[in-house]
């Protein structure tokens, strides 16, 4: 039961950190053109991460079971998982980088997985799981948003010829807070479901391992026998989690992606937000955990691309590319190497 209350917490702070490291794929660009204040865009931010938090259900079934063979999982797996992914986001929102949460921590459970099962690279569902929704997203998401966001910013160009810079401005300036809101809103559909998954995991392992087999009357609601719907307290844990971080920001990256990539306007921003919007809740209906960092990033570049080649600061995209590369697999060998290290103690 201590060990299963030390994967709740490890969950709650990497959800926390997830909140105010990914902070920025719903702000920065609103914050960067000055539509909204610092204070007013995390505001908003965290409500609306809040409510996509509390909708679906689908990415958590992917988290919870979908990877790897649940059947070898134990409650240190769990919790090495989390370590490695928390480890790997501290690194790269001290260094201003925003790389994926979501790669994160499907690398440490990856990792985790196979270490608990002694190198046995079959636990991993490749062909099921990974392949069609983590790498191959992984490569088609980015494209996707760097592609779309271009195209719909020369569709606005072409239409918007005819009106003054300043009439544009005050009328994205306002539909800049809807995209805005519905990036928020999307990106708490797709995050804040994989840890809820990894929870009820948890939660699965801990059943079936009868630990919660003397709890109390009052506190059966830990049982959970299948991956059925994910619990509501865990809906409600991870939701209200996400939405704290992300009240707490990310300054570091929101001035990455708002500032130092591409110079935006409020055009551009909407046309940036809406693309990665679209893209994330259609990944969000069909369970596939998306890296919203890259698809957020990817459609900024697509924008700022379509406006000026030359506008793009690539050097800044090539550090943020060399982040997302060593992601999966850094976080898969820091929670291998975690679970190794814990065997030895045994």
């Known amino acids: 039961m201590i060990l299963f209350i030390t994967v709740v917490l490890a969950a709650i702070i990497f959800e926390y950190i ?39 259900g689908a990415v958590a079934s992917t988290i ?6 649940v059947n070898v999982i134990t409650m240190n797996t769990v919790l090495s998982a989390l370590i490695g992914a928390i480890v790997w986001n501290l690194i790269t ?31 991993l569902k490749w062909s099921t799981g990974l392949w069609p929704k983590v790498v191959l997203p992984m490569f088609t998401s980015p494209l996707i948003g760097f592609v779309l966001g271009g195209a719909l910013m020369i569709f606005l160009m072409v239409v918007l010829r ?8 005050s009328f994205f300036g306002k539909a800049q807070l809807v995209s805005a809101a519905w990036m ?27 630990s919660f087999d003397t709890l109390p009357p009052w506190l059966a ?8 719907a994910v619990p509501i307290w865990v809906k409600v844990l991870c939701a209200l989690t996400m939405a704290a971080g992300t009240a707490a920001g990310g300054w570091r990256i929101i001035r990455t992606l708002g500032h130092k990539m591409v110079k935006l306007q409020p055009v551009h921003g909407f046309a940036a937000e809406t693309t990665a919007a679209l893209i994330i809740q259609v990944a ?32 800044v995209v090539e550090r943020i590319v060399w982040a997302w590369v060593f992601t999966l697999p850094a976080t898969f060998l820091l929670s291998y190497l975690l679970v190794r290290v814990e065997r030895l103690f045994q």
């Open 184 to 210: 928020a809103n999307s990106h708490g559909t797709n995050d804040a479901q994989k840890t809820m998954g990894i929870i009820t995991l948890a939660l699965v392992t801990a059943t079936g391992a009868g």
């Open 284 to 315: 969000s209906h069909w369970g596939i955990p998306l890296s919203t960092t890259h698809v957020i990033s990817t459609s900024i570049m697509g924008v700022g691309a379509a406006k000026r080649f030359s506008g793009v600061k690539w050097g």
């Open 18 to 56: 997830n909140g105010f490291h990914d902070a920025a794929n719903a702000i920065a660009t609103v914050v960067s053109t000055k539509v909204l204040t610092p204070r007013q865009a995390i505001a908003m931010a965290a409500f609306f991460n809040l409510t996509g938090a509390l909708l679906g």
């Open 162 to 169: 005819g009106f003054t810079p300043r009439a544009v401005n």
């Open 221 to 228: 609601f830990l049982h959970t026998p299948t991956f059925g």
């Open 93 to 123: 929102w001290w260094l201003g980088l925003p790389s994926s949460s979501s790669h994160a921590l499907i690398g440490g459970l990856c990792g985790a997985a196979i270490g608990t099962a002694n190198g046995d690279w079959s636990v």
């Open 64 to 69: 919870g079971k979908g990877l790897v063979d």
